[in-house]
Nanobody
Framework: QVQLVESGGGLVQTGGSLRLSCAAS????????VGWFRQAPGKEREFVAA????????YYTDSVKGRFTISRDNARNTVYLQMNSLKPEDTAAYYC?????????????????WGQGTQVTVSS
């Protein structure tokens, strides 16, 4: 069983930065691939970024490439999403998701565990 808790969301102006954190319980978090997803009001939840169990492989949706960076610290059981050059279209609730032995957690259908989400709002 893994529990995920996101933090770091907030209100930021266009062009600003935020760093989201996803803290996990459990001693085997390093066995889980992790993804970040987001959901804007009235829209479906979509993939943003993913990282493999050891952190050696990362994946991004095209709209955030070059602006967002996913990383993990398995010693701290935490995954991060550094978000730079934020745009109003990045406004959404951001969710952390984990899959045991997941290499590329890019689909909501793959997920074993979800966090409760953290809101990111980018003002124009």
């Amino acid at each position: 069983q893994v529990q995920l808790v996101e933090s770091g969301g907030g209100l930021v102006q266009t062009g600003g930065s935020l760093r989201l954190s996803c803290a996990a319980s459990g001693r085997t978090f390093s066995n889980y691939g992790v993804g970040w997803f987001r959901q804007a009001p009235g829209k479906e939840r979509e993939f943003v970024a993913a990282i493999s169990t050891g952190g050696g492989a990362t994946y991004y949706t095209d709209s955030v490439k070059g602006r967002f960076t996913i990383s993990r610290d398995n010693a701290r059981n935490t995954v991060y999403l550094q978000m730079n050059s934020l745009k109003p279209e990045d406004t959404a609730a951001y969710y952390c998701a984990a899959k045991r032995w997941g290499v590329r957690v890019t689909s909501i259908n793959q997920v074993d565990y979800w966090g409760q989400g953290t809101q990111v709002t980018v003002s124009s």
